[in-house]
């Protein structure tokens, strides 16, 4: 392989982010190129019969990846237990996301895909004062307001507001969060995912979209005139639509994403349908971002039986995204 690699984050050593990187390596390594920053030391010691090859640099892994999953090294002053999570640990596990990012800045690899992180142990140990990793890689890329866009094969969404309470959504949708939002999915579709022309399905806030005022009015006083005039600039938007007939097979065929106002009126329908293989990519950023769809799975960690296919999704995402925007 001769193109620049996707560099991966270890994510919470206590979780399974080792287990699922050293299977996407098994699934991938003749696919495309990618590597793992880690404590090589501790990836070899779950590693089993995958063989582990530490590099120098990230150029290497392009020739690596054939015979051995590579490792840029990154040591973890604490011994990793499974399950449990050592606050210790977190100042690097913070240090390897922003070394990810620095890499790819770069350009010496071509997108960034994270396993997931444990908040509270990166708040103990690190102080960690950001509520995620997407809030994270924002700020380290000087970007204001990030995208999260949850994508499998049969769905893609775009939540416009995301960890927030029920309560909070409808003073908290405004109509510049949701024309930014708009703009960023819009551009990243065209640039990052090769669609020319993307139709974008916007839900109502209210059931039933409002039904005419009677369930509410912010689709008739915000989303309606919003979409109307961003329409008037070529956007294709159709909407706003009832949240509860956009999701099936046949409403699915006529649009490229699904913009929805709050976090499980997206999450939902895109994990019913397809729970195992779901992206996490985050739109508005200088660099490509993907992650697997889930969190650190405590509960399995060290068992050897969890699922990588969200990891090898991410990661095939990455690269596809990365070459769409010609970094790879």
Request: with cysteine; net charge negative.
């Amino acid at each position: 392989m001769n193109a620049k690699p996707v560099a991966l984050t270890l994510g919470e050593p206590a979780g399974i982010g080792a287990e699922i990187s050293l299977k996407a390596w098994a699934k991938l390594r003749e696919e495309l190129p990618f590597f793992l920053i880690a404590d090589a030391s501790f990836i070899r010691s779950v590693a089993d019969d995958v063989p582990v090859e530490v590099i120098a640099h990230p150029e290497q892994a392009t020739e690596v990846i054939l015979r051995a999953l590579p490792v840029l090294d990154h040591p973890l002053p604490a011994k990793v237990r499974p399950g449990i999570p050592t606050p210790e640990n977190a100042t690097e596990v913070v240090a390897m996301i922003a070394r990810a990012v620095d890499l790819v800045q770069q350009g010496h690899a071509c997108a960034l895909t994270t396993n997931p992180i444990h908040k509270k142990a990166l708040q103990d140990g690190a102080g960690f004062a950001f509520p995620g990793h997407t809030e994270f890689l924002a700020d380290l890329a000087d970007v204001e307001r990030p995208v999260m866009m949850l994508s499998a094969p049969e769905l893609r969404v775009v939540p416009v507001t995301i960890h927030i309470a029920l309560s909070e959504v409808a003073s908290s949708l405004t109509e510049e969060l949701l024309e930014q939002t708009i703009r960023v999915t819009h551009k990243a579709l065209i640039n990052d995912l090769g669609i020319s022309n993307p139709r974008i399905a916007v839900a109502g806030l209210n059931p039933h979209a409002g039904e005419g005022g009677a369930m509410g009015r912010e689709e008739i006083t915000l989303i309606s005139p919003l979409l109307e005039r961003l329409r008037s600039e070529g956007i294709n938007l159709i909407g706003p639509m009832s949240a509860d007939t956009m999701f099936h097979a046949a409403a699915r065929e006529h649009y490229d994403l699904a913009m929805c106002m709050y976090h499980d009126q997206a999450l939902i329908p895109i994990k019913t349908l397809n729970f195992s293989a779901g992206v996490n990519t985050t739109l508005g950023l200088p660099f490509v971002r993907t992650s697997p769809d889930h969190g650190t799975a405590f509960d399995i960690a060290g068992k050897n039986i969890a699922d990588a296919q969200s990891l090898i999704e991410a990661l095939r995402t990455a690269w596809s995204m990365a070459r769409h925007r010609g970094t790879s």
